[in-house]
């Protein structure tokens, strides 16, 4: 099979996954009549993931699962190259929102979504470089990266190298 006729069968695959997922969520049972329709609109604007993990960690059923649609969806979203999908997805990892937290898959997505233009991403992993976190210390890494995020516009990583 040809990489072309295997990018579009994934891309459909993960397009029907992504509207199979917003319109069924499992057993999860909804009184209100519009929550297909609320669920894809939060999961456009992109969940207020600590919100949400906390209420998971809670037992919150609906939050855990929104957090497992949200995955999938800026899954989707990073793999075509979308940078605010690689931040949330990288996030989520980073943090164990409605997954196992997976610091070493994080960085990989914080770096794609940095080379994407993310300066949030660009600024986690300045964060995660200079704590440590999943990776080895590395100061200099971790400026390199704040630097990136303060050129573009991320206040924080601007305060970060002022340290």
Do not use: H
């Not at 057993?27 to 609109?41: A, G, K, L, P």
Request: with cysteine; aromatic share 12%; hydrophobic share 30%.
């Amino acid at each position: 099979m040809s990489r072309t006729v295997e990018l579009i069968l994934w891309i459909i695959f993960t397009i029907f996954l992504f509207f199979w997922g917003v319109c069924s969520l499992g057993d999860v049972d909804y009184d209100d009549q519009n929550s297909e329709e609320q669920t894809e609109q939060e999961l456009s604007d992109y969940l207020d993931l600590e919100e949400y993990g906390k209420n998971c960690s809670s037992g919150d059923d609906k939050s855990c699962a929104m957090l497992k649609k949200q995955l999938q969806y800026s899954r989707s979203k990073c793999d075509l190259n979308d940078s605010q999908g690689c931040f949330y997805l990288g996030y989520q990892l980073d943090m164990g929102y409605g997954v196992e937290e997976d610091n070493s898959s994080a960085i990989d997505i914080y770096k794609k979504g940095c080379q994407l233009g993310s300066s949030s991403s660009c600024y986690n992993l300045g964060i995660m470089y200079e704590d440590g976190e999943g990776i080895a210390a590395d100061p200099k890494s971790a400026r390199t990266y704040y630097q990136k995020a303060c050129d573009l516009d991320n206040e924080s990583a601007c305060k970060a190298l002022k340290k």
